[in-house]
């Protein structure tokens, strides 16, 4: 591998992605993944309402994916499941249980966004609620504390 030249390794390696990309979110297909008769993968969370493949119009298929696909597959680094995060995670890594881009709702109101925002979103849109900490959104209400994560 050492007389490799790099930028071969990294073409190689971005079209093994490619052939892994998932063909609705166009990231790493994750599990469950559904194969179409065209042999396309998609995340099996992709697929849910989709009665066909969107790249060949195919039905999918009932065939297990071949073990060595799937072993390609699980072997690949995937993007964190929440929206705009961009973080590469293992199988074994927490960050998607902590991801600051998951998404949360506002205990005082109907806004929904990522986590990391709530505590900006309590500070602008409900200025009369006291912060008591920024490491952990803590604040009262009529006399109620309330924590956000």
Same mark, same amino acid.
């Given at each position: ?11 190689? =390696? ?8 998932? %063909?609705?979110?166009?990231?790493? %297909?994750?599990? @469950? ?17 989709? @009665? ?7 039905? =999918?298929?009932? %065939?297990?994916? %071949? ?13 964190? @499941? ?18 600051? =881009? ?33 490491? @952990? ?10 924590? =956000?994560?």
């Amino acid at each position: 591998m050492d007389n490799v030249p790099h930028d071969m390794v990294n073409r190689s =390696f971005q079209k093994i992605l490619d052939i892994a990309r998932c %063909a609705v979110c166009l990231e790493t %297909a994750r599990p @469950k993944i559904v194969q179409c008769e065209g042999e396309h993968i998609l995340c099996g969370v992709c697929s849910k309402h989709l @009665k066909e493949c969107p790249t060949c119009k195919r039905p =999918f298929s009932r %065939a297990k994916l %071949a073990r060595i696909m799937s072993q390609v597959l699980d072997a690949l680094p995937k993007l964190c @499941k929440h929206t705009n995060c961009g973080v590469y995670v293992s199988g074994d890594d927490e960050h998607e249980k902590w991801c600051g =881009f998951q998404s949360t709702k506002c205990r005082i109101c109907a806004w929904t966004g990522p986590s990391r925002d709530i505590l900006s979103h309590v500070q602008q849109d409900h200025p009369s609620v006291t912060v008591f900490s920024e490491r @952990k959104s803590v604040v009262t209400i009529k006399g109620q504390s309330l924590v =956000f994560l």
